[in-house]
């Protein structure tokens, strides 16, 4: 049996590492406490190719991008990327002032690529009455007639949350540098739900009637959470449906919703007024406050209705949904790229580190590499892979084919920069009779439970095997990606842990993609190491059953123009 996965991005952003290969797994975060404290101020934690500022605090709800090509318009994403006439303009939620959260803004970068980025000036700041407080996520719709509009939640003088929209101040101009917020802002304000709790418009769509249609998150006063529907003939007077697209028990609030159709058919990305073809369904994700993990439901969007009946659900319980990312991972945005016909995803990273250390580095936050999202052939749940720009980084290459690991093997990859580096690797186990069998009836929520007690130090039958990226030559310090190969009652798990098949290295983040990227998982490190330059990958097997290496891939990437 094979298995495929690829590690990306080796700003190292991994959840854990070890300070002895034998020991317990731990966790280890740098702040102000240690004696080394200032060692995290260092450039050697700053990314060479995920988006961020120059400095300061960066945050979720990347504000779509938008490509214009053959079609009267196309959709735009709640605070992430949009093309529009052939650019692409990543709009994201910024502190201009701090590392700290906190005076928000929407940055502004443009780009032609979705990889090298050039900063303009801010595209909102808190001006008026009904954003006084803020310049919160929101989205950005293309209108007929190549016009573009930003519809966004601000925090009004009174606190309340309220959406607004704003247009740019020239519309031939191709970077749109400047954008006005007219008067009769705000276009919606909190009916029958708390006015503190009602947030982040998602990306528009255009009914057969003509209608724009939008959901806003919010919280109800019986602490329901709700994904509100709201309609429009003019994108200017708002009308709210009287029910929901989507409610659930389950969460007290659901914030940063992305609607959008998939087909069941190809990979390639819809427009987000897709509908009613025979073979497309609709994604549905929500970020959950009360523990900010963004989960998603597959299912039919009824537009007579204008509801979301979700496929596959036996129970309303959050935990039970998938997950895009079992890592440092939310705030995520999609967008349709019209001149590739792809959708692309994007997510906020945030430090795992304390506050303290982020005014001491001055800055906080990265973006994910931009990952093609798509139905998986099943039709039960999506799959991501880092876009193909992404390649154009990768130089100096080293392979492996048909290398055998054995109990307690250990293989060091070397050839490229283990702190930057983009890695794809196959393995394949000859037989399955040996797995574990699963003690207890897991649940999707288990698995990082699973992870933590079953680290990649403690021994097994078909895993734990993987990689060690950033890793010292001692091992004293690494981070380990691994899989574990169990037997239920009735077939065969992997367990995959970050602690992944595509790597993804970039100093201080890691992103995994495992089974094609069915499974991703980000996490965000600091190990020591960076700092002298001792860093290592290997290939390891903790587990009793010989694993093979059917072929690995690892390029040294270079580094991005960004900001």
């Not at 196309?74 to 303009?89: A, D, E, F, T, V």
């Not at 159709?261 to 929500?286: F, N, Q, Y």
């Not at 048909?402 to 293989?411: C, H, M, R, Y």
């Not at 992997?494 to 983040?509: E, F, N, P, T």
Request: aromatic share 12%; glycine share 6%; proline share 5%.
């Amino acid at each position: 049996m094979a298995w495929r996965w690829r590690l990306i991005s080796f700003l190292l952003w991994l959840p854990s590492f070890w300070n002895d290969w034998n020991e317990p797994c731990r966790r280890h975060l740098l702040n102000q406490d240690s004696k080394e404290a200032f060692s995290i101020a260092s450039k050697q934690y700053r990314t060479a190719f995920h988006f961020q500022p120059p400095q300061n605090w960066i945050n979720g709800f990347p504000a779509s991008l938008i490509l214009l090509s053959t079609v009267s318009y196309y959709q735009q994403n709640q605070i992430g990327p949009m093309l529009y006439n052939g650019i692409y303009h990543l709009f994201y939620q910024y502190n201009p002032y701090s590392a700290k959260w906190g005076n928000i803004t929407w940055g502004h970068s443009i780009s032609t690529d979705l990889i090298n980025w050039t900063p303009l000036d801010i595209a909102l700041r808190p001006s008026e009455p009904f954003d006084l407080q803020g310049c919160w996520s929101g989205s950005a719709t293309i209108l007929p007639g190549n016009k573009p509009v930003i519809l966004y939640t601000g925090i009004s003088e009174s606190g309340h949350n309220v959406q607004n929209i704003a247009l740019p101040k020239n519309i031939s101009d191709p970077f749109l540098l400047e954008w006005v917020k007219p008067p009769y802002n705000p276009v919606m304000v909190a009916e029958g739900v708390k006015p503190t709790q009602f947030r982040d418009p998602s990306t528009c769509w255009l009914g057969k009637d003509g209608l724009w249609r939008t959901t806003v998150g919010a919280e109800d006063f019986e602490k329901k959470a709700k994904a509100l529907l709201y309609r429009s003939k003019d994108f200017v007077k708002w009308t709210r449906a009287e029910q929901p697209l989507f409610s659930t028990d389950s969460s007290s609030m659901i914030e940063c919703i992305d609607f959008f159709p998939v087909s069941a058919k190809w990979k390639r990305g819809l427009d987000g007024s897709t509908i009613e073809a025979e073979d497309v369904k609709h994604v549905l994700k929500m970020g959950v406050f009360d523990n900010s993990h963004d989960y998603y439901l597959i299912g039919k969007y009824l537009e007579e209705l204008d509801e979301f009946i979700p496929e596959n659900v036996v129970e309303d319980d959050h935990r039970m949904w998938l997950r895009y990312d079992y890592g440092s991972f939310y705030a995520s945005k999609t967008f349709f790229d019209a001149e590739n016909r792809r959708r692309v995803l994007w997510a906020w990273s945030n430090e795992s580190d304390t506050i303290s250390d982020d005014i001491v580095k001055g800055w906080a936050g990265v973006q994910t590499v931009p990952r093609t999202i798509w139905l998986d052939e099943n039709g039960k749940q999506l799959v991501q892979w880092p876009v193909r720009e992404l390649e154009s980084l990768r130089m100096e290459k080293v392979e492996l084919k048909d290398v055998k690991v054995s109990k307690g093997g250990l293989i060091e990859i070397k050839g490229v920069k283990a702190s930057q580096a983009d890695i794809e690797v196959e393995f394949e186990f000859p037989e399955l009779k040996k797995a574990e069998l699963i003690y207890h009836d897991w649940k999707l929520d288990d698995a990082q439970m699973a992870c933590d007690e079953m680290c990649s130090s403690v021994p097994g039958s078909i895993g734990p095997f993987g990689l060690l990226v950033l890793a010292s030559h001692d091992l004293e310090e690494h981070t380990a990606i691994f899989f574990r190969v169990f037997k239920t009652s009735t077939a065969h798990a992997v367990l995959m842990c970050s602690d992944q098949r595509k790597y993804v290295i970039d100093h201080s983040v890691v992103e995994s993609f495992g089974a094609g990227g069915r499974t991703c998982i980000t996490a965000r490190v600091y190990p020591k190491l960076l700092l002298t330059g001792d860093t290592h990958i290997y290939v390891f097997n903790n587990g009793s059953e010989t694993v093979k290496i059917t072929k690995l891939k690892a390029w040294e990437m270079a580094k991005a123009r960004i900001n």
